[in-house]
């Protein structure tokens, strides 16, 4: 199965397209956290995108889109993939299209999670991610068994750099001018599945996964 998850930064896309991926038997492809993969590497491509993500703005679709591209093409793809985070913008949107047109595997769906804004100040604002197996946390939703260390395996919990107040301020603003756009493109394709991310986790997940049914 091809999937596209959409949604507002803190709106549960990495949660949710994590517990697709093992329901469904295909990778999570996150296009921030291979962004924030490349930084940590102190690669060329991880320098570039570090003055854009850490003022919360887009990194220059013809990067994104070259990452995406590379990753698409690995063995682990063949039979599907969870999008997460990509495409964000109409350039980004026609040229997946493309790319799974000429290889005749076209997208299944498009789900974008809707969540109000008030609750993604508060989701994010509050956001710990294990360094080493990105697991996700919440100081107060979800909080760990011990303070600063991941549940899973371990490691150190951080606070990501574009999860500050005035970087929150400026992703939100930045979605909602590009979202609206790129929801057009989808609506008109009849692929986009609108679900409401409020509720629980799984509350969350078992709408998603009848939304894919
Ligand atoms: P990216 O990493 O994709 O960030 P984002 O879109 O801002 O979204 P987030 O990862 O912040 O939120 P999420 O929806 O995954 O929520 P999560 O599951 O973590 O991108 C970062 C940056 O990279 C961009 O700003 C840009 O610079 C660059 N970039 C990436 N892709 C790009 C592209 N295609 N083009 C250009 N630039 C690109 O959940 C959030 C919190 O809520 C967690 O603490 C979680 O535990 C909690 N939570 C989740 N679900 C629930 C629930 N149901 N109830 C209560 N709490 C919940
Ligand atoms: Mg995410």
């Known amino acids: 199965m091809r999937v596209v998850m959409m949604g507002p930064p803190g709106a ?5 397209a994590r517990l ?3 329901a469904l038997g295909v990778p999570q492809i996150s296009t921030g956290d291979m962004l924030r993969e490349a930084q ?7 320098q570039a995108a570090r003055r854009y993500m850490g003022a919360g703005e887009l990194v220059p679709d013809e990067v994104v889109i070259g990452l995406v591209e590379e990753r ?3 063995a682990d793809c063949a039979k599907g993939f969870i999008l997460d985070g990509f495409p964000r913008t109409v350039p980004q949107a026609r040229t997946l299209h493309d790319l799974l047109a000429a290889r005749q595997s076209p997208l299944n769906a498009v789900v974008a999670v809707e969540v109000p804004e008030s609750e993604l100040i508060r989701r994010l604002s509050g956001r710990l991610v294990c360094r080493l197996c990105g697991a996700m946390f919440h ?3 979800n909080p760990p068994m011990a303070a600063g ?4 395996c371990g490691d150190e919990l951080y606070q990501r750099e574009d999860d500050q107040a005035d970087r929150i301020a400026v992703r939100l603003a930045l979605y909602a001018r590009e979202m609206a756009p790129l ?3 989808y609506r ?3 692929l986009l599945r609108p679900v409401p991310g409020t509720g629980t986790r799984d509350d969350v997940f078992g709408r998603i996964r009848a939304s894919l049914a």
Not at 149 to 152: L, Q, T, W
């Open 12 to 16: 549960g896309k990495g949660t949710q």
């Open 20 to 22: 697709l991926q093992d």
């Open 40 to 46: 940590h590497n102190g690669s060329t491509l991880g």
């Open 72 to 74: 698409l093409a690995a």
């Open 139 to 141: 100081r107060e939703l």
């Open 149 to 152: 260390r991941c549940d899973r």
């Open 183 to 185: 929801e057009a493109f």
């Open 188 to 190: 008109a394709t009849g």
